[in-house]
């Protein structure tokens, strides 16, 4: 996999790139998913099967095991293009056997192999059926990864090079063969190419987290009681989430070759120094210092009688409920346990209702015992397939913001023309981001909730370089990441006439202050009077 047209990178830099990204990817993620590399084109030999002039160029690079840094150093340090060839079927065959020894005694949900590969070697197609029969039998799914796209065939040349070779029109036939008896339907979806699979992992995926059950009771007053299920739909993510920052030594990297001594000192003149038992906390009251002890800080914690999701009214959606001032870091999305069926039956009803009114409950909520209570509006949510209550807090008194400004209506400085008006509606309508596709129905061209994260995304692409690159200084940010947050370039180029109208209408002049020279002489005629007064001399 070492040609390539001129300018571009090879297929084995492409395909080295995939394994970088996939394995980085296992490695932050931190699940126990196991995984093994099998090198084939390789210099040397080193698998089970190699006897009698087989399997030749083949090599176990890595047994079956969780992916760490250290495979990342490898990949990228010691593996580089071979000098022989090897059939890639033998390779699947390698890797089929591994996978078989590997996992004996052992529970998986699923062995999946990747083959990446750009078909440019002899392969021989005799023992094509029995592979395809045994993997079907194994329950081994499989994945082809290619320097060019399945449907290509012979007249599509990849990425702008030469067209296909025989060997790999052979190799492409026989890929869709392989894929096609596996899955008639859907086997060619699991054959993707070099650029796609780059451009998919380049996103690295937040640890992957099993949704938490909340089961409480809704409650409306005293006598109605329903048992339901929350969920969290919305969260918002601390960056890292996985695991928090730990102190090590510059040198050894170690975190026990750190030495903590904590010393308690009063604060005077000689440090006096005092056991920790001896402390207590203090809230700062102004100058003073108010002692709190630990009894009082637990009699002073608010106490409540344990979870609660009580319904303290309704109201209408359009009067008291505004999205600017939806407040909190998630939203709870609110079910009926799946085995309860008069619970499912109660809150269809509630959810069906406020849907029709067109209202919302309020609604107290407390997560657990220790904590405190919010206030926040039960949205009714009517799906296809499902419906359910959303929860989002509301603020409360002191949560709210209160400014007062001048208005801009009486003051005829401040009142635009009507061609002022009318550029300003003209870039609205530009730059909207919801327009209506062939078929009537509307588009969103900026999906906020497809868009990963740039901070947390930007802190693991420089965890993974330093920890494979310990000295070289960090990379720059990712191209595909600092165009995320950019405007769609249909909207950035819908705009640009909107824009310089725009310009036209509400011209900018620069405002220069006039310098005060009659203040700055006699600031310093001042200056000169005071020194000549107290017998200094400055000049």
Not at 121 to 145: A, H, Y
Request: proline residues 6%.
């Amino acid at each position: 996999m070492s040609n390539s047209a001129p300018g571009q990178e090879t297929p084995f830099q492409l395909a080295k790139k995939v394994i970088q990204k996939f394995v980085q990817r296992q490695v932050f993620a931190e699940n126990k998913d196991e995984l093994a590399l099998v090198l084939f084109g390789s210099d040397n030999t080193k698998n089970n099967l190699a006897k009698d002039g087989q399997y030749q160029n083949i090599s176990v690079h890595r047994q079956l095991m969780i992916p760490n840094f250290e495979l990342l150093e490898e990949i990228q340090n010691d593996v580089h293009p071979g000098s022989q060839q090897a059939d890639w079927l033998d390779a699947l065959v390698v890797c089929m056997d591994l996978l078989q020894n590997e996992t004996l005694g052992k529970r998986y949900e699923r062995q999946n192999i990747v083959l990446l590969t750009d078909l440019n070697t002899p392969s021989s197609p005799d023992q094509l059926d029995v592979i395809i029969g045994n993997l079907k039998r194994s329950g081994v799914t499989l994945q082809f990864f290619l320097p060019f796209p399945v449907d290509g065939g012979g007249s599509k040349p990849p990425d702008g090079g030469k067209g296909l070779s025989a060997e790999q029109q052979q190799g492409l036939e026989m890929t869709k063969q392989v894929m096609m008896s596996l899955d008639e339907d859907d086997g060619l979806e699991e054959v993707y190419t070099f650029s796609d699979a780059i451009e998919k992992l380049s996103v690295f995926k937040r640890v992957e987290k099993r949704p938490m059950a909340w089961p409480c009771t809704l409650t409306i007053g005293s006598s109605l009681a329903i048992k339901i299920v929350g969920y969290k739909a919305v969260s918002r993510v601390l960056c890292p989430e996985w695991k928090s920052w730990s102190v090590v030594d510059a040198q050894t990297h170690q975190k026990d070759d750190i030495k903590r001594d904590v010393v308690y000192c009063l604060n005077d003149d000689e440090e006096t120094e005092v056991q920790k038992d001896d402390t207590i906390q203090g809230y700062r009251y102004g100058s003073d210092i108010v002692p709190f002890s630990k009894v009082d800080q637990d009699q002073m914690k608010y106490k409540t009688d344990g979870k609660s999701f009580a319904v303290l009214g309704f109201t209408k959606q359009s009067m008291v409920i505004y999205r600017h001032q939806f407040v909190g870091t998630q939203v709870l999305k609110v079910f009926a346990p799946k085995d309860d069926e008069h619970a499912g039956v109660a809150l269809s009803g509630l959810i069906r209702a406020l849907d029709d009114l067109k209202m919302v409950a309020v609604v107290r909520y407390v997560y657990a015992r220790n904590g405190n209570p919010q206030v926040g509006a039960a949205f009714p949510c009517i799906k296809e397939k499902s419906e359910c209550l959303v929860y989002v807090q509301l603020p409360f008194m002191e949560d709210l913001r209160q400014y007062s400004f001048p208005s801009l209506e009486n003051n005829k400085k401040y009142t635009p023309s009507e061609e002022q008006l009318s550029a300003v509606d003209s870039l609205i309508d530009s730059m909207m981001l919801v327009e209506e596709d062939e078929d009537g129905e509307k588009m969103d061209l900026f999906k906020v909730n497809h868009i990963p994260n740039p901070q947390y995304q930007r802190l693991f692409q420089c965890l993974h370089h330093r920890a494979v690159n310990p000295s070289a200084p960090l990379p720059p940010m990712d191209p595909w990441l600092t165009a995320a947050l950019q405007r769609p370039l249909a909207v950035a180029s819908r705009c640009q006439a909107p824009l310089e109208t725009m310009k036209k209408k509400f011209p900018l002049k620069e405002v220069v202050k006039k310098k005060e020279l009659k203040t700055t002489v006699w600031e310093q005629v001042g200056l000169r009077s005071s020194c000549l007064a107290t017998g200094r001399s400055t000049f």
